[in-house]
């Protein structure tokens, strides 16, 4: 039983370039997050999705767009690299009626040059 | 804005003793806290919940809500190396999904 799967786990960017980090999770778990994670900053919502079809902003949408593609999976685009998006990204999902119970995957480390 | 405070530490502890960690919240309506453990380079783990008043024990782990104070806390007993972790309080409220986590609260427990 994988969980929480994201990839890439390590990206070095340029500036001003484009990627999409992938999220699956298997635990047929309707809620699905993005958080990133910096240090000093703890962790932050970028979006989430609480049901499949949906999709709202956290605390730190800009310079992102997500997409919920089915049940399973909840990517995360960046349209155009920002030094300032250097980050640990942590994919998350949840059950219903449990909203803080999350499960985490393993993350994936950013750095944009 | 929502906001959830912990001391940043370090907290450090000898191995044994009991280790208590803090967290406030600002927003009288949530309903739901959260302890997460997070060890170096790895990804939070849930390790207690807790919803109404009072204390909630699970093994050496013990959560203490106070809603009136705004307050909720984990204590540690016996607390081993292996606890050597930072520590996540998060707390959500309503019916909205969103969770929010304070910064963290970074234990060593030393042998």
């Known amino acids: 039983n994988a969980g929480v799967t994201q990839t890439p786990k390590f990206q070095v960017l340029k500036t001003g370039q484009s990627m999409t980090l992938q999220c699956a999770q298997d635990m047929n778990h309707n809620s699905m997050y993005w958080y990133r994670q910096d240090p000093g900053m703890g962790l932050r919502l970028i979006y989430y999705?609480?049901?499949?079809?949906?999709?709202d902003k956290g605390e730190v949408p800009n310079g992102y767009n997500v997409s919920r593609l089915n049940k399973r999976e909840f990517s995360l685009r960046l349209e155009s690299a920002a030094p300032s998006q250097t980050s640990v990204y942590f994919c998350?999902?949840?059950?219903?009626?449990?909203?803080?119970?999350?499960?985490f995957g393993e993350g994936s480390r950013l750095t944009v040059l | 804005q929502k906001e959830v405070e912990q001391n940043s530490g370090p907290l450090s502890v000898p191995e044994g003793a009991i280790a208590s960690l803090n967290c406030t919240y600002s927003d009288r309506v949530s309903q739901s806290f959260f302890w997460y453990r997070q060890y170096s380079g790895k990804s939070p783990e849930l390790i207690m919940s807790?919803?109404?008043?009072g204390d909630k024990e699970d093994g050496r782990f013990t959560a203490q809500l106070n809603k009136a104070s705004q307050y909720v806390s984990l204590l540690i007993r016996d607390s081993q190396p292996s606890d050597s972790a930072t520590y996540l309080c998060?707390?959500?409220?309503?019916?909205?999904?969103?969770?929010?986590f304070g910064k963290g609260t970074l234990l060593t427990v030393n042998p």
């Open positions: 998350a999902s949840g059950g219903q009626g449990a909203t803080g119970e999350l499960f």
């Open positions: 807790i919803y109404s008043n």
């Open positions: 998060a707390v959500s409220g309503g019916s909205n999904y969103k969770l929010t």
């Open positions: 999705s609480a049901s499949e079809g949906t999709t």
